[in-house]
């Protein structure tokens, strides 16, 4: 161990911050999580990240790998071991005009990219939180406010720089390194560490974006009719729906549903919009005209001692209506979870499901179930939560991993399907075959 440290001290240009550092305490927690680890890294270029997948490999310590450090489960940390932290590899380059071809780091934020590529005139459908890592939300989907035009954010990515395993960089792209190229893209941290993405960015304008509230007792109408019109809408539109928000009345809650429409045509918004605002009795309408990278939001960092119960799943499109039926049902009763709903489908669903590691693209919506709170009122809110997901389970399928506050077994196997997790478990095997890369939604290597 010792001599690993004196290695790694050598050949790394970073921070190497420790226990009792001035620095210690911020950099040993994430968003949702804290930490003890013995070392947080932070490497200043892909030589640095280099030597520290060394160190992590020769210490034999419990690895994270941080990006933006929002995850619900809390890769970003660890006890008694190695936090590699890619917050200075955060550079956002346009290096093709033409192919509009966007080189990011794989520490960079959302806010950053949407920052640097908003003056130019170009987006990449990414999440709806600035401070949310590039890397952690790419390598598992992506799923923002373009996302029934463009995709996932994964599907914009033409190429990355990985460091695996064994120290070594190695470019994936679909001539270059293809089995790791296809398992980066929805498989989370389990294949390296990405440090730097290649997207390709799309041409964008102002997006007519907001929110429309319904009184909570229409909730059962409005999300029937907001499912059904999202089936024939433009794919412009994207859109998701919220009720039971604890901070705004709980089962009282207004129901809101938020608006994305990429265009700056006010008729054709109209068109898109207009149904969703005749569901109901309209108390809150706010959508205007906006530049898009004023969609994404400021993230907040919970106080310590809040706990986070997430939990997600999609739903194909047969089961939509029984299970907006029991979302309504179990969000107007008393102790009910937050709830989110997000429609997917349209340039998603037109990539096989067999394409990338990322395997619900039949789904025609994903939605999360959120309890928050000190440790006794989550604990509390259990018993009706679990009833919740008793309901549901029998019309739901998989999981999307950004939305997942636990890893078991059982949370695995609802990101990958049966198919995926083998071909994972291959690819694992050929580039961490060790399991250096653990801390995640974890597939062990094959054999």
């Not at 709806?128 to 890592?133: E, I, N, Q, Y």
Request: proline share 7%; hydrophobic share 40%; charged share 20%.
């Amino acid at each position: 161990m010792n001599s690993a440290l004196e290695t790694l001290r050598q050949d790394f240009g970073g921070d190497i911050i420790e226990p009792g550092g001035p620095d210690y305490e911020s950099a040993s927690r994430t968003v949702f999580a804290s930490g003890r680890p013995a070392y947080v890294l932070r490497p200043r270029n892909v030589e640095d990240v280099q030597a520290d997948v060394r160190f992590a490999a020769s210490a034999r310590l419990p690895l994270s790998v941080r990006g933006g450090g929002h995850g619900f489960a809390g890769f970003g940390t660890n006890d008694g071991g190695i936090v590699i932290d890619l917050g200075g590899l955060a550079s956002v380059e346009l290096i093709d005009r033409e192919r509009r071809l966007v080189r990011i780091g794989g520490g960079a934020t959302w806010g950053q990219v949407a920052a640097a590529l908003s003056p130019l005139g170009l987006a990449i459908s990414s999440g709806d939180t600035k401070s949310v890592g590039v890397g952690g939300l790419t390598l598992t989907g992506g799923i923002g406010w373009k996302v029934r035009k463009y995709g996932l954010a994964l599907d914009s990515v033409v190429a990355a720089e990985v460091v695996v395993a064994d120290g070594t960089v190695v470019r994936a792209s679909a001539s270059q390194n293809a089995d790791l190229f296809w398992a980066i893209r929805g498989g989370g941290g389990n294949l390296g560490i990405v440090t730097a993405f290649e997207f390709l960015a799309h041409p964008t304008t102002d997006v007519f974006f907001g929110t429309i509230a319904f009184p909570a007792s229409e909730a059962t109408t409005v999300l029937r009719g907001w499912a059904t019109h999202l089936r024939t809408a433009t794919e412009d539109l994207t859109s998701a729906v919220s009720l039971s928000n604890p901070f705004t009345g709980g089962p009282e809650a207004p129901i809101e549903i938020s608006v994305a429409f990429d265009g700056d045509d006010p008729q054709r918004a109209a068109e898109a919009i207009d149904p969703i605002r005749r569901l109901g009795t309209v108390i809150r309408d706010d959508v205007e005209l906006k530049p898009y990278a004023d969609t994404l939001v400021d993230g907040a960092t919970p106080p310590p001692g809040i706990r986070f119960v997430t939990r997600s799943g999609f739903v194909d499109p047969e089961a939509v209506p029984e299970v907006l039926r029991i979302l309504a049902e179990i969000g107007g009763s008393e102790g009910s979870p937050f709830i989110a709903v997000r429609s997917v489908g349209g340039a998603v669903a037109r990539i096989p499901d067999d394409a990338t590691a990322y395997a619900h693209r039949g789904a025609e919506l994903m939605f999360v179930t959120t309890v928050a709170g000190p440790e006794p009122v989550v604990e509390a809110a259990r018993p009706a939560l679990d009833a919740a997901w008793a309901k549901l389970g029998p019309h739901v399928s998989g999981a999307y991993a950004n939305f997942l506050a636990s890893a078991t077994e059982e949370d695995v196997a609802a990101i990958y399907p049966p198919e995926t997790y083998r071909r994972l478990a291959a690819v694992k095997r050929r580039y961490d075959p060790d399991n250096l890369f653990a801390g995640n939604h974890n597939v062990p290597p094959a054999g």
